[in-house]
């Protein structure tokens, strides 16, 4: 079921229409460089980006990228904790290994079978090709 479906058809446009007016309201009687005129300034100023996902026919445009956070989040953890391990290139190697099996999870593509195409290609590269 569609999010508009779920919330009802005029709920987000009723939001989004009053929104901006007390973003402006607000922008007027707080600090241009406090953090709530700043947030106040940015909202406005991306307006058409922020609504976008409110917009008919863009039901599956997300209002937040969690689900990519979430699903990049072990292999920037586990990049991040094997940075240095046993040598000073194996951050770089797990980090080439890391990015391939996240890239093939979010496609859903056989992680092992890149894995097993992609290593003894790099392995019988250059340096000037491993690295730019």
């Known amino acids: 079921m569609w999010?508009?479906?779920?919330?009802?058809p005029?709920?987000?446009?009723?939001?989004?229409?009053?929104?901006p007016q007390r973003l402006s309201q607000e922008s007027l009687t707080v600090l241009p460089k406090s953090d709530?005129?700043?947030a106040c300034t940015y909202a406005l100023g991306r307006w058409t980006e922020l609504t976008r996902y409110a917009k008919p026919g863009r039901g599956h445009v997300e209002i937040d990228n969690n689900w990519v956070e979430n699903g990049i989040r072990p292999t920037a953890l586990g990049r991040n904790n094997w940075f240095f391990v046993g040598h000073p290139d194996a951050g770089w190697i797990a980090g080439v290994i890391y990015s391939v099996v996240g890239t093939c999870k979010l496609l859903k593509l056989d992680s092992e079978a890149n894995l097993n195409w992609v290593l003894p290609q790099l392995a019988a590269a250059t340096v000037k090709e491993q690295r730019p």
Not at 10 to 19: C, S, V
């Open 3 to 8: 999010r508009k479906q779920k919330r009802g």
């Open 36 to 38: 709530l005129g700043k």
């Open 10 to 19: 005029a709920a987000a446009e009723m939001i989004l229409h009053r929104l």
